[in-house]
Structures are given as C-alpha cells and as structure tokens.
C-alpha cells in the first residue's frame, strides 16, 4: 500500500469517528438537553431579577427557598413549593406546556401572577423574558394540570358534619337537620373578541344578566360548608343554567351522598326537595320568617366565600378570555386552589357585593316531600326558638 493510500485510509477513519461523535441528537435527548441548559441560564436571571424588583404580590414567597437560610432554622413550605408539589404528585404524566423555557417553579409564579394580579400576558412576558403566545401556552397547561385535583381537593362532605340548621343547643333540637352547606351561583364575565359582543365588570354583568348575551359569562354553581370550603363546584357557559336541578337529581339517584338527617340549604329559585330547603317565597307569617332568618346565616357564609375566591384571584372579575373550555379551566383552577390555600391557613377577606351570589325572584321548583320537611323544620324552629324555651 503505498502513501497515497495510507492516508486516505486514515482520513476516513478520522471522518468516520468525527461523525460518529457529532451526529445529529434525537428529538427527546434535544428536548432533555435544552431543558437542562436553558432552565439553568434561565432560573438564575429570573432570580436576580425578581429580586430586584418590588413585587404587589405575597407570591414571591416562591423564592424564598432559594435564599441562603440557616439549617438548624424549620422552613415551612410556600405557596409555589406546596401547589408544585401538588402538580408533581397529582399522576397526570403529560408535559407542562413551555416548560422548555421556565422551570416549575417559576411556572407556577407565572401562573398564581396571572390569577391573583390585574396584569396582563405582555407584562409577564416581560417580567419572565418569554414570549407572550408562550405565557399563553405555559398558563393554560398550569390550569389543565391543576384541574386534574378536582376530584382530590373539591371533595363532597363526608365525615365530619357542621352543626344543626340552629347552632342553639336544646335536647328537642335533634329533630332538626344537620347541614351539610350552603348552595348557590355566582356569574363570572367573560371579555369576548372584537366584534362578539362583552362586558365592562362583574356588578354590571349581574345586573343586566336578564338582557346580556347568552355566553358572555360563566354560571358558577357552588357548595361551601362552615368554614368557606368549597365542597362542590358546577361551571356552564350563560345559556346552559340549570338552577340546582342537576345536582337535586343526583342526590336522589345516590342517597348516599345525603346521610340521614342531613340537607342542603340554597336560595329562593333553587329546586325545593328533601335535601335541599329554600326559604318560604311570597309568606310572611312569623313563621316563616324565623326560617327564613335561620336560612340568612348560611347564606352569609356562602356570600363571604365567593367575595374571597373573588379578591384572592382578580381574574375572575372580568375573564379575558374567549374559549369556553379555556375560561372553564381558569374558573376551576381558582376553585381548586381556593381550597389549597385555606389547608395553608391563608384566608383572603373580601368585601361582600351585590354581585357576588345571585338567585331568581320567584320561586323555584316544589316537590311534596320537601314541601313536608320544610314546614316540619320551620314548626321546629317556631316552637323551640321564638317560645324563649331555647
């Protein structure tokens, strides 16, 4: 073999190793490898920026585990470390949207900004160094995600059972139903595309609910117990209201969701049945007026909670945004976390408007037998709350 050849041989040996070392990466190790690179480069400028700045929000809280603290010192867990917790254990496989680019945590920094602030998508997109169809992208998977806990997080009461229909206390008064919750809606607006029609707030909505478009807002159907946790949660768009008579039929059809001597109390307009009292409509004796008060209590609780999902989460003050199962995601993702932040003991306080639960002025749907439990609970009341026996 003479020169000529030898070095032709050894430069294709070469060639065949320099190939060999730089062939081109598979779609998942590319993937795997940018997420790493940019997530590192990325976190630490996020970091030093939103350090930086003053933030209207309790959610930076979200680095503080990224500060030098002393070991010996117990850290509680923050709001983004316990609902990125949540994400990660909830068993749903599938890879958050724009992750390529923001890292959990700071996924759901992005995300909780975009529920609990009046901000826009263009300052996020700024603030995080993303482009604003990615913040889109990124806060939508974060909603998808979340709704995945609805099931483990917005649980049908079951064990422990709030006090009778009176929080007086006499031996006559184990006649008296226990309650379960108090039932009730609340609209939430939807800011439609150009030329489909809008809304300008939420007291305007309601106010005008009669004469507004059908789908230009979200019909919120909620059950809370004592402590404002939201115990059952139905979302439909404006023309789809079904005022209580969805979750009255499942009750029937499964009575175990009702324990003995238990019931629901809603407002006028909802369906009147064995297990769920309304007040008296178009009565006023003395009667029925004590019931009615008693009914007043519950509702006053149902009306703090949904003046508090409305503080702490701004956005469902006016939801821009123009798909249904999208606006339908936000709504449950606040619901959801509504209930996340009170196991934290974080209560937001909101003041209660005209807007925040709404009912029908005329009566709702009458069945006998809760025709019957009505007026027997209400001759209950009578006899043991306005005789001075209590």
Not at 75 to 96: C, F, H, K, N
Not at 371 to 378: D, F
Request: hydrophobic share 35%; proline share 5%; aromatic share 4%.
């Amino acid at each position: 073999m003479d020169v000529d050849e030898c070095v032709l041989s050894a430069g294709r040996a070469v060639l065949d190793m320099v190939e060999q070392e730089w062939q081109p990466l598979s779609p998942g190790e590319l993937e795997q490898r940018l997420d790493q690179a940019v997530e590192e480069t990325l976190e630490a400028e996020l970091v030093a920026n939103l350090r930086a700045q003053p933030s209207p929000t309790v959610y930076v809280q979200l680095l503080q585990h990224q500060a030098n603290v002393s070991p010996q010192v117990p850290q509680s867990p923050t709001d983004g470390e316990v609902i990125a917790d949540l994400l990660q254990t909830s068993g749903a496989r599938a890879r958050m949207a724009g992750r390529a680019r923001l890292s959990l945590s700071n996924t759901v920094l992005l995300s909780i900004s975009l529920l609990t602030e009046r901000v826009s998508y263009r300052s996020l997109s700024h603030r995080f160094h993303l482009e604003k169809g990615n913040v889109h992208r990124i806060f939508f998977s974060f909603c998808q995600r979340v709704n995945t806990l609805e099931e483990k997080l917005i649980k049908w009461p079951a064990g422990r059972l709030i006090p009778r229909l009176s929080d007086q206390c006499w031996e006559e008064q184990r006649a008296l139903p226990r309650v379960l919750g108090a039932l009730g809606r609340t609209l939430i607006p939807i800011r439609l595309p150009a030329g489909k029609g809008g809304v300008e707030s939420a007291a305007c909505e309601v106010k005008r609910m009669k004469k507004a478009r059908p789908g230009s807002w979200l019909d919120l159907e909620l059950l809370c117990d004592r402590d404002g946790r939201l115990r059952h949660c139905r979302i439909s768009n404006g023309s789809d209201v079904d005022g209580g008579r969805t979750l009255r039929d499942k009750l029937g059809q499964h009575p175990e969701l009702m324990p003995p001597g238990c019931c629901l109390v809603a407002r006028a307009g909802y369906p009147l049945s064995a297990h769920i009292l309304t007040p008296y409509s178009g009565r006023d004796g003395a009667k029925e007026k004590l019931f009615n008060r008693t009914l007043e209590e519950h509702f006053r609780v149902l009306d703090q909670t949904v003046a508090n999902l409305r503080a702490r989460f701004q956005r469902l003050r006016n939801l821009d945004v123009s798909s249904y199962d999208r606006a339908r995601a936000v709504v449950l993702t606040a619901c959801v976390l509504h209930n996340v932040f009170l196991d934290m003991g974080q209560v937001v306080e909101g003041e209660v408007g005209e807007e925040e639960t709404i009912g029908q002025e005329e009566g709702g749907e009458e069945d006998d037998e809760g025709v019957q439990r009505r007026e027997a609970v209400s001759d209950l009341l009578f006899k043991y709350l306005d005789s001075g026996t209590a």
